[in-house]
């Protein structure tokens, strides 16, 4: 199917607050869907026969501070039955009293899993009802977020210590 | 030590000390543990073309308890650092440092929040090896100051304590 295809089915399928806006970029198509339905959003695309996305790609997100909503989860995905692919976000915002968070797709594709872990500690967004939410790459005793725009590359004794506090003589 | 036991003391202090600094520096065991591409120029420097069995090093020890070289040859990642400092623990006195390659002795390129800047932060370095990464003929170079180093120990009257130093 043609990324417009795609884009149309989705689109008929879901009503416009679903799917809150279609961009294009170098010819690729990717439409940004509500926050709180992306699992919907997910199940179907897996789901749909002509769609049949059995596998995803990659999941990640892109910090735009200062803009509001701060961050953009990007979800990639790959049909192996169909030979297509798609790229949707969601848009996700940080507030004072509550962190960032979006629904896990780890029961719709179990890859997720690893992607959600990594963009959860590089971000700060939380993914609700993920099974495992450890850290994947960094330290357990780091609070920074590395990837945030307001991080310094360079990080400091506070945020990114050499060492866990227990084992620091 | 005991050695001194055995000899009753019929030996000049001097020439025991000797004798001693000569031993350990003639079979420095390393450790054979590498963490990033400065490894394949210490693997390099084990095989036959550079051959450090002439210096009593051949055997690169697996277990820590059986060593008395660490050579920090690489990048240490944070997240790796509480297992490097676990298994120089777990070596047996005396123990000697080698800093291998820019990363270990300064960072080096990745001057970033993930990355040890230097293992002296951690580690009681002997010997820095500059380089990125240092040719085998600098290891080598750095292996032989080690031992000129160990010769001028005072490893009977006043046996070095190392101390690592905490992060904070």
């Known amino acids: 199917m043609k990324q417009e295809e795609i884009q149309e089915k989705l689109s008929t399928a879901f009503s416009s607050e679903v799917i809150q806006a279609v961009d294009e970029f170098q010819g690729q198509i990717y439409v940004t869907v509500a926050q709180e339905k992306i699992r919907e959003v997910c199940l179907f695309l897996k789901n749909d026969p002509d769609l049949a996305f059995d596998f995803l790609s990659f999941v990640g997100a892109v910090d735009k501070y200062p803009k509001k909503p701060r961050f953009e989860v990007v979800y990639q995905v790959y049909s192996l039955k169909r030979n297509h692919r798609f790229r949707i976000k969601a848009l996700v915002d940080e507030t004072e009293e509550a962190s960032a968070s979006i629904d896990s797709v780890v029961s719709v594709w179990p890859t997720a899993d690893w992607h959600e872990r990594e963009t959860a500690e590089m971000f700060g967004i939380n993914f609700n009802g993920h099974p495992d939410p450890r850290k994947l790459l960094l330290p357990e005793h780091w609070e920074a977020h590395p990837l945030r725009k307001d991080f310094s590359a360079l990080g400091n004794d506070q945020d990114t210590p050499d060492l866990p506090p227990r084992v620091r003589n | ?168």
């Not at chain 2, 210096?55 to 040859?73: C, Q, T």
Request: positive net charge.
């Open chain 2, 1 to 168: 030590m005991g050695i001194e036991r055995h000899l009753n003391d019929t030996v000049h202090v001097t020439n025991l000390e000797w004798l001693v600094n000569w031993s350990r520096k003639s079979s420095m065991w390393p450790l054979g543990f590498g963490l990033a591409c400065c490894a394949l120029e210490m693997i390099a420097t084990f095989v036959s073309r550079y051959d450090l069995a002439r210096f009593g090093m051949e055997v690169a020890r697996p277990s820590p308890r059986h060593a008395d070289l660490m050579i920090v040859s690489g990048t240490a990642s944070k997240k790796m650092l509480p297992a490097i400092l676990r298994i120089y623990e777990q070596m047996a006195e005396p123990k000697w440092v080698i800093a291998m390659g820019a990363c270990a002795c300064t960072g080096g390129i990745y001057k970033n929040y993930a990355v040890v800047q230097g293992i002296d932060r951690h580690l009681p370095v002997d010997v820095y090896i500059p380089g990125c990464p240092p040719r085998p003929e600098a290891l080598m170079d750095g292996i032989l100051q080690l031992h000129a180093k160990v010769m001028k120990e005072q490893s009977l009257h006043n046996p070095p304590i190392p101390k690592i130093r905490s992060a904070g």
